[in-house]
């Protein structure tokens, strides 16, 4: 029996939200995101899970792209938009990493260098989200250092959307139309713009390659997919009663006695916490999972613990298995009750949580 706080993960769900992408954009590679340690699921179990069926794997920081290479040693991996050193070059070279440029001065700093190994290299246009990429004219200028250099062996043209999970259908058509049309002046090159809302919602932005991160992990970010398309969660957070109280009129439950009982409840206290990587900020009425039927959260999390109103859950016992977020209650239904998104939520489960990959 496992203890008080674990994650299970679902192999066989994280392949159907690939199949998905897959259906939905048919034809393209996939770059899958690996950053933050696979969203929080285990970037080498979800490498190992995806498997062939992607065609590479993306990246936020050196540390974590070098950790993947010991693993994956014949994998494409992308290290994403980071500072771009002689110390940055010269790993990816030694590790066969592909690099995102995104300012004309690393492109500079490419073409000056000295490689042991070209790499490819993903060239990164702004087009509205302002953060990484440069502008038209940058991205001409660096496309022309770079063709010209022996430490690159292939260029890619990529961008990322602002307002991709948002109804706003044309800010998307134009920051795709930007990429489309500065690439365009430059010859024909693969392209990659679309993470997952893009690849859901936005059809004309797929290309060469499509960058899914949160849809494999099962949240659709357009809550569009449903019946045969609806992506199915990976990571179930799962805890268990440790203590059951009936409270009666005027009763408050946990620090600050924020929730107060108005008739006599039951309560459940159940064994994970804010140090486990549950929210703090979570509202009374956030849904959990108690014996397959729906509770809500009644009180103020605290480190270890947290309190559920299970009164109308049948047959409710201490060592019952609670499901905070994953099957029943999705990690963005939680979310949302936190003024968050599914992002953090799986990326901030803590160490000390045990972790069971099917
Ligand atoms: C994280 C990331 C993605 C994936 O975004 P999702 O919304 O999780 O699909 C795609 N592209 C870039 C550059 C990213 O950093």
Redesign the pocket.
Known sequence: MHNTTWLEFDAAALRHNLAIVKQLAPGGAILA?L?ANGYGHGANWVADTLGERAQGF?L?RLCEALALREHAPSKRLLL??TLVDDNTLKHCAEARLDLVIHRLEDAQRLADTRLTTPLSIWLKRNVGMNRLGMSHEDFVAAQQLLVGSKNVKEVIHMS?FSDADTPRAEVTEEQAERLFSSSRALGTFPLSLA???AIIAHPHTHAQWQ?????LYGDD?TGTLTGDNALRPVMHFKSRIIALKTVHPGDGVGYGRRWQAREQRLIATIGAGYADGYPRHATDGTPLMVNGQRASLAGRVSMDLLTADVTDVDHVKVGDEVTLWGQGVSAAEVAERCGTIS?ELFTQVSSRVERYYD
């Open positions: 995101m950053k993306g936020a994403l938009g990322h993470n997952s809302a960058r899914p991160g949160i849809m970010p992002y």
